[in-house]
């Protein structure tokens, strides 16, 4: 059973970091794509970064591009999401998931599994 578990959530002041990490188990995920996708209340999932299997490819939203920063352990089968200098907008709850599809997909319907999600509250 594919299971993924989200942590590192919090409430932080604007301009803090926070490092959310996700781990991965029940099946072999070498070659998948790992994403990070958040949703605020009242608003549809949105996509915030991707990670190919290679670690090669890694898309962000323009909202968080220069801000965050996803890398994976894939002997591990963990993905991190490093996010500084937060702002009140990227107050959401953020979901770890993983695509089987070749790529790094932005669409939330291409991705297989999801995690529980882990709540990032930032005030300004």
């Known amino acids: 059973q594919v299971q993924l578990v989200e942590s590192g959530g919090g409430k932080v002041q604007a301009g803090a970091s926070l490092r959310l990490s996700c781990a991965a188990s029940g099946r072999d995920f070498t070659y998948d794509t790992m994403g990070w996708f958040r949703q605020a209340p009242g608003k549809e999932r949105e996509f915030v970064s991707a990670?190919?299997?290679?670690?090669?490819?890694?898309p962000y939203a323009d909202s968080v591009k220069g801000r965050f920063t996803i890398s994976r352990d894939i002997v591990n089968n963990l993905v991190y999401l490093q996010m500084n200098n937060l702002k009140s907008e990227d107050t959401a709850v953020y979901y770890c998931?993983?695509?089987?599809?070749?790529?790094?997909?932005?669409?939330?319907?291409?991705?297989?599994?999801w995690g529980q999600g882990t709540q990032v509250t930032v005030s300004s």
């Open positions: 990670i190919s299997w290679s670690g090669g490819d890694t």
């Open positions: 998931a993983v695509s089987r599809i070749p790529g790094t997909p932005r669409s939330p319907q291409l991705y297989d599994y």
